[in-house]
């Protein structure tokens, strides 16, 4: 498969747990008396995608780009949340998934089989063996370099690479009380995006949260009141072709091809010992983004505290470690929140190179050295 994605080139690390660290201090100070969500799928609040190229700009698609050049993409909100916001996530996704393929050399159909299966760097969608990637993404230094909302706090900016071609976006309006709201509409984000020396049609789409793919990472709207609002999103078709004659594209001569045999996969032991949502088998894996590195005997160490508030999950934990539900979920139970001291967020001490190491059990406060930081560290893991 083609790639553009390193997973050691994931994580903007130390200005992105910067900006959640300061994050918190702003959901503190805005405050809540519940936890609220609300869907904006039959009207209200929605973003959508646009580009800009060479040769204009295209926000119906499909849009033509010639091949070999870059194209700036932008994700527009063009209907905001009545209220305002004060909060913002964007989740793009440009790749091409193969459920079909083979992940890490295993067998066929490896690609939708939910487990790792070699190489530590990911599963199925988040494997770079699952995944085509025809454009190529290149970012700028900063986070706040493609995080173009004029309401942005200095400082305030998140960027993401999950996975092949999986982008995710945030950004928060201020840092202290009281919390300017914003009431922006136009371009939020954007990203240089550029098109493969060969003709090719490739599908961006805007996931929102609750997705799938970008689970609580989604595309999302937070209100002054700390209400969760999800925006109706789109997809965008881009046509790389060579302007302005394009050139036939060549009949590939049909070969003969061996027939594969089907190779048995290994069937995930659902067995989680510990009980914290994480399996046994995940615990003992060797990557941390997807619930490795952790003590199968602990339930402690993985700091999944909540869910979406929305039916069917009801606040239950999820299995992904988010923002909108287990960081500021944490957060709003400090005791410079509003909710009050809850268990089912609180954590011990830790100790290690890591945050989920040796975890101890609730110690009955709220804090920042182990629990918000504790979760902050935690961001994006997974056992699902």
Not at 306 to 315: K, T
């Amino acid at each position: 498969m083609n790639t553009n994605v390193s997973r050691s080139g994931r994580w903007t690390a130390v200005a992105f747990l910067v900006a959640v660290a300061i994050t918190a201090l702003v959901i503190i100070a805005v405050g809540s008396d519940t936890d609220r969500s609300v869907s904006a799928s039959g009207g209200g609040p929605e973003m959508e995608l646009s580009v800009t190229s060479e040769t204009g700009s295209c926000s119906v698609g499909p849009c033509d780009v010639r091949i070999s050049s870059s194209f700036t993409l932008s994700v527009d909100v063009t209907t905001r949340p009545a209220a305002g916001y004060v909060l913002f996530q964007t989740f793009l996704d440009f790749g091409v998934f193969d459920p079909t393929a083979r992940e890490d050399g295993a067998g066929p159909n490896t690609c939708n089989d939910t487990i790792d299966n070699g190489s530590a760097d990911g599963f199925d969608r988040f494997d770079d063996d699952c995944v085509a990637v025809d454009l190529v993404y290149k970012p700028e230094t900063q986070p706040e370099d493609e995080i173009v909302w004029p309401d942005l706090a200095s400082g305030v900016a998140f960027r993401l690479e999950p996975g092949p071609a999986l982008l995710f976006h945030g950004g928060v309006s201020g840092l202290f009380p009281p919390i300017p709201v914003s009431t922006f509409e136009g371009s939020i984000v954007q990203v240089l995006l550029t098109c493969p020396a060969s003709e090719v049609t490739s599908t961006i789409q805007l996931l929102a949260e609750g997705d799938p793919i970008a689970l609580q990472n989604g595309s999302l709207f937070v209100e002054p009141d700390t209400t969760q609002t999800i925006p109706k999103v789109g997809l965008l078709v881009i046509n790389c072709v060579d302007l302005p004659t394009p050139t036939p594209t060549a009949t590939a001569t049909p070969t003969a091809t061996a027939t594969v045999t089907a190779t048995p996969t290994a069937t995930p032991d659902p067995t989680d010992t510990d009980g914290d949502g994480c399996s046994d088998e995940r615990e003992n894996g060797p990557d941390a983004m997807l619930g490795g590195q952790r003590d199968w005997l602990n339930p402690n160490d993985f700091y999944d505290a909540a869910g979406s508030p929305l039916p069917p999950q009801n606040g239950a934990p999820d299995g992904v470690i988010d923002l909108p539900n287990d960081i500021l979920g944490v957060i709003q139970h400090h005791p410079a929140g509003t909710l009050g001291y809850d268990a089912q967020f609180d954590r011990g001490t830790w100790s290690g190179p890591n945050s989920w190491n040796d975890t101890q059990g609730p110690d009955g406060v709220i804090d920042l050295p182990n629990d918000i930081l504790g979760v902050i560290l935690q961001f994006s893991h997974r056992c699902v």
